[in-house]
């Protein structure tokens, strides 16, 4: 069985990410919240904060562009996703990314998003 390349890249980076907590008064602030009240009008903010790592960040930016390469119009169909975490799991993509790799297909834990 041929094995799939992982989009992945294990960073093995610790500790070199911070949370930026977005004002409530931010421009971005209230396009999230508008964005978020599509899903439902009993959705309640609480906060909204921006996981800053440099270095993973560059490391999406250039597989983003390998992958607008392979693209018709140089378009990677890229797309804004929303992710509710808290405790361990901020940590955890703080400091080492969102990986979806992770699932269960009976649909009880993982990452499941929808266009």
Not at 31 to 48: A, C, D, N, Y
Not at 92 to 101: C, L, P, T, V, Y
Request: charged share 25%.
């Amino acid at each position: 069985m041929k094995q799939g390349l992982s989009v992945v890249p294990d960073s093995n980076i610790k500790h070199l990410s911070v949370l930026v907590s977005l004002p409530s008064s931010s421009r971005l602030y209230e396009i999230l919240e508008q964005k978020m009240k599509t899903i439902g009008s009993s959705v309640k903010i609480i906060s909204i904060e921006i996981i800053k790592n440099p270095l993973l960040e560059g490391m999406y930016e250039a597989v983003k562009k390998i992958i607008a390469k392979q693209c018709k119009g140089y378009d990677p169909n890229e797309r804004e996703l929303f992710h509710g975490a808290h405790g361990l799991g901020i940590d955890g993509i703080k400091e080492n990314a969102f990986d979806d790799r992770y699932f269960n297909a009976s649909g009880d834990w993982g990452n499941y998003f929808i266009s």
